[in-house]
C-alpha cells in the first residue's frame, strides 16, 4: 500500500519541526533532530522531507542521500563481473529512511522509498551511480529494503543495494536506457 502522493509535500530539510519526530530508532530520532541540518549545511548529504500538507512544517518521514563508492569486490561474483572492470563503482547512499510511528502501516514508507529511488536515479543521469547501496539498521531494515529487490553483500545481510538499471526499471519498465551505437 502507498500513500496518496497528493497529501504530503515532499521536499528538502528546511524550517520544519523536527523536535517531535519518533520512528521508534533512537539513531534515526536523534539524526534528524540534532545533526541533519549539519549535514545539508556542510553538504554532506541532501535530507528529504515528507508532511502533510495541512501541516506542512511536520516531518512524518525523512531520508538522506550521498555518494559512496563501493568495491566491486565486495559484490556478489555474479554481479561484480557486469560492474566493469574498474575497482570500484560510485553509488548513492541511501543513508537514514525513517516515518514517524504515527504514520507506520500508512503506506509512507512506501511512498518514502519510491521517492527516494526516484531521486537517486534523477541525480545519476547528471551524475553517475551504478547503483542505490543502504547499511540497513538492522534486520527489519534490511527486510524493507529486501521488499524493494535490494541485493545483500556477501560479506554482510545488513548491506544492500539495488543497480541502477532496476531502479529505472521500476520508473520506466519499457524503456531501458541502453548505450548508443557509434
Not at 531494515?141 to 543497480?163: H, M, T, V
Request: proline share 4%; net charge positive.
Amino acid at each position: 500500500m502507498r500513500a496518496d502522493k497528493s497529501k504530503y509535500n515532499i521536499e528538502p530539510l528546511g524550517e520544519h519541526n523536527r523536535a517531535a519526530f519518533l520512528c521508534g530508532k533512537e539513531s534515526l530520532d536523534r539524526y534528524i533532530r540534532e545533526q541533519a541540518s549539519q549535514d545539508v549545511k556542510r553538504q554532506l548529504a541532501s535530507v528529504f522531507v515528507i508532511a502533510a500538507k495541512e501541516a506542512p512544517n511536520t516531518v512524518l518521514a525523512y531520508y538522506s542521500l550521498s555518494s559512496k563508492e563501493l568495491k566491486v569486490d565486495r559484490l556478489p561474483p555474479e554481479i561484480a563481473r557486469r560492474a566493469g572492470k574498474h575497482g570500484s563503482v560510485g553509488v548513492t547512499l541511501l543513508g537514514r529512511l525513517a516515518v514517524t510511528n504515527q504514520y507506520k502501516g500508512t503506506g509512507l514508507g512506501e511512498l518514502t522509498m519510491m521517492h527516494t529511488l526516484e531521486k537517486s536515479l534523477d541525480a545519476s543521469r547528471n551524475v553517475a551511480s551504478w547503483a542505490v547501496f543502504v547499511e540497513a539498521l538492522d534486520i527489519e531494515a534490511s527486510n524493507f529494503y529486501r521488499k524493494y529487490g535490494f541485493i545483500e553483500l556477501p560479506e554482510d545481510s545488513l548491506k544492500l543495494f539495488l543497480p541502477m538499471k532496476t531502479v529505472a526499471q521500476l520508473f520506466n519498465p519499457q524503456r531501458i536506457a541502453k548505450p548508443r551505437k557509434r
